[in-house]
T-cell receptor, first 116, second 110 residues
Framework: DTEVTQTPKHLVMGMTNKKSLKCEQH?????MYWYKQKAKKPPELMFV???????INESVPSRFSPECPNSSLLNLHLHALQPEDSALYLC???????????????FGQGTRLTVV | KNEVEQSPQNLTAQEGEFITINCSYSVGISALHWLQQHPGGGIVSLFMLSSGKKKHGRLIATINIQEKHSSLHITASHPRDSAVYICAAPSGGGADGLTFGKGTHLIIQP
């Protein structure tokens, strides 16, 4: 299994809703990432988990709350989002954390989020 | 933080043409990634390379670490190659994660 699976594929939520995005991989990877991609823009890093611990938070607003319950699962909890948060949210994993490791990155298909 | 530049931003070509997409980056790296994204879709990793050249089917990627430059070539291009091609490099400064180029939107016309 060489896949990163994200659910749901599409999500429409109101500004007062609470929802969660899910990302799963069963490759034994110990680094997992959340990226945000606005239309016609490159992905931007949001969070990095290394060995199930949050290692990087790229100044993301607190209305986005990541969680890594185990080495295979990564969640992104959403609360009180704004319309400008509408974007494609991509999850990725790599075998090992760390910038100097020559490890391949595996990406999920993304969750297309629309905030109304 | 690494800065990643790609060119061209848009490329339209006829089926069968040889395609070249270029990528340059500002901070020395151990490996560079070439990725493919179809409209509205997720990202597929094409190559990760740290030196020389890699080939997979009709795709060839080269990198010159000293010049901080990489190229992606597509031989005998086909309409199904139409996609956004993105190069990405480690963010640098000891940080994990990737910094992405703006992507090259490739359209291959039959």
């Amino acid at each position: 299994d060489t896949e990163v699976t994200q659910t749901p594929k599409h999500l429409v939520m109101g500004m007062t809703n609470k929802k969660s995005l899910k990302c799963e991989q069963h490759m034994g990877h110990r680094a997992m990432y959340w990226y945000k991609q606005k239309a016609k823009k490159p992905p931007e890093l949001m969070f990095v988990y290394s060995y199930e611990k949050l290692s990087i938070n790229e100044s993301v607003p607190s209305r986005f709350s990541p969680e890594c319950p185990n080495s295979s699962l990564l969640n992104l909890h959403l609360h009180a989002l704004q319309p400008e948060d509408s974007a494609l949210y991509l999850c990725a994993s790599s075998p090992y954390p760390g910038p100097q490791r020559n490890t391949e990155a595996f990406f999920g298909q993304g969750t297309r989020l629309t905030v109304v | 933080k690494n800065e990643v530049e790609q060119s061209p931003q848009n490329l339209t070509a006829q089926e069968g043409e040889f395609i070249t997409i270029n990528c340059s980056y500002s901070v020395g790296i151990s490996a560079l990634h070439w990725l493919q994204q179809h409209p509205g879709g997720g990202i597929v990793s094409l190559f990760m390379l740290s030196s020389g050249k890699k080939k997979h089917g009709r795709l060839i990627a080269t990198i010159n670490i000293q010049e901080k430059h990489s190229s992606l070539h597509i031989t005998a291009s086909h309409p199904r190659d139409s996609a956004v091609y993105i190069c990405a490099a480690p963010s640098g400064g000891g940080a994990d994660g990737l910094t992405f180029g703006k992507g090259t939107h490739l359209i291959i016309q039959p």
